[in-house]
């Protein structure tokens, strides 16, 4: 490997992540380097978008951005596979044409994590928190309180197919964990849906599938060492963190990646924003305003509209002071730690919309800064 970048969403995501990753792919695949997108923290909840010169508009959710230009997918042991998405988005986008490897601590969610979190969700009522319904938090609490042993990955995969009635065994107690909880079934079909075990064998299918195309590893280097370029493709964004039980299980910043990269040091960091701010779902959001009061030429956003989980996509103003005292206590703390400085830049997206530019490259001093229009790529 010769270079690692690290892209961060700087505030709430939706930032444009997937446009900056497919960008840099984009350029060393030119150069004919060989790339690897890693999708370093939280899960399928992501979804990260990108529409191409051509128009063509594509969404990732349980691979990477860069795959529209021939990028291999890593899932880090801090991302949680998703069999069921996974399945979905392989015959989405080709994935068959490309490697993907798992790594063989990866957490992995199960139909009743993401149901659960529908059924909870949908009972807050008007107290909702906001989810992406993909059970990111129930899968984490369950690994944390599950009386019985975790199977990892693998071993499910094994007794799914050499013990069956095993695996539809191991299932059946997970969703047992969450009857013992109370299920506050959304309706019918629902509680159905709960109560079927061909839903168990669907997803059984699922994990088999997915295990037949995922190359299982323990050692990043060894696959590193296979690329010339390696991107962290993180998920949300860094004011996740700062909003309590509302917001995110995972660490949005470069600290998974840096434990990953262990103390290599030809790494790049690249913090994305628009040019304002945005948040979809609900909570709070202090510098929310309607964006007819942000700028007048703010698009209709094709790749985030209004679901029933999240609710409206919201705007606020982008204060620049704010932001580089958030990047800075993401970055500096490694700074300090290696006794170097990383190349930082920031990525403007959207800037078609608004033209903050010379405001952020006042603010932001020891930034480079790098400018896109809307999401294309």
């Known amino acids: 490997m010769k270079q690692a970048r690290i892209i961060v969403g700087a505030n709430y995501g939706d930032e444009g992540k997937g446009t900056v990753v497919a960008n840099y792919t984009k350029a060393a695949v030119l150069k004919g380097d060989r790339v690897l997108n890693v999708l370093t923290n939280g899960g399928s909840q992501r979804g990260h978008s990108i529409i191409t010169d051509t128009g063509d508009s594509h969404t990732f959710k349980h691979f990477g951005s860069g795959l529209v230009y021939g990028a291999d997918t890593l899932f880090s042991e801090y991302y949680i596979v998703n069999p069921m998405q996974f399945e979905k988005e392989r015959y989405e986008h ?3 044409a490309y490697l993907v490897y798992m790594h063989e601590n990866c957490k992995w969610t199960t139909p009743y994590d993401a149901l659960y979190n529908m059924c909870i969700e949908h009972a807050r009522g008007k107290d909702r928190h906001g989810t992406c319904a993909m059970g990111i938090w129930n899968t984490i609490e369950r ?3 599950f009386a019985s042993r975790i199977l990892s990955f693998q071993e499910f995969v094994g007794y799914c197919t050499n013990a069956p009635e095993f695996a539809m065994g191991y299932l ?9 909880k109370g299920v506050p079934f959304v309706d019918e079909d629902t509680e159905v849906a709960w109560k079927s075990d061909s839903m168990m064998e669907h997803f059984m299918k699922d994990c088999v599938h997915m295990y037949i195309k995922v190359i299982t590893f323990n050692n990043y280097w060894e696959i590193f060492n296979l690329y010339d370029e390696v ?6 964004g860094l004011q996740l963190m700062d909003m309590g039980e509302r917001s995110t299980p ?3 910043g470069i600290f998974d990646a840096m434990q990953i990269l262990s103390g290599f040091n030809d790494v790049s960091l690249h913090y994305v924003t628009r040019p304002y701010v945005t948040k979809h779902g609900y909570g709070s959001f202090n510098d929310e305003q309607d964006k007819k009061f942000i700028a007048s030429d703010i698009k209709e956003d094709r790749t985030n509209n209004y679901n029933e989980w999240q609710g409206d996509f919201r705007f606020g103003k982008l204060d620049l002071n704010d932001l580089s005292h958030r990047l800075y206590r993401d970055y500096n703390k490694y700074e300090s730690l290696y006794q170097t400085r990383f190349s930082k830049t920031l990525e403007l997206t ?3 919309e608004m033209d903050r530019v010379n405001e952020c490259k006042t603010a932001l001093h020891n930034f480079k800064v790098n400018t896109y229009a809307t999401a294309k790529v």
């Not at 059946?172 to 013992?180: E, G, H, N």
């Not at 991107?231 to 949300?236: A, D, L, S, V």
Request: net charge negative.
């Open 231 to 236: 991107i962290f493709e993180n998920g949300q």
């Open 172 to 180: 059946k107690s997970i969703r047992a964990y969450y009857d013992a």
């Open 143 to 145: 690994y944390e309180t």
């Open 350 to 352: 959207h800037c078609d």
């Open 250 to 252: 995972s660490n949005t």
């Open 94 to 96: 080709n994935v068959d």
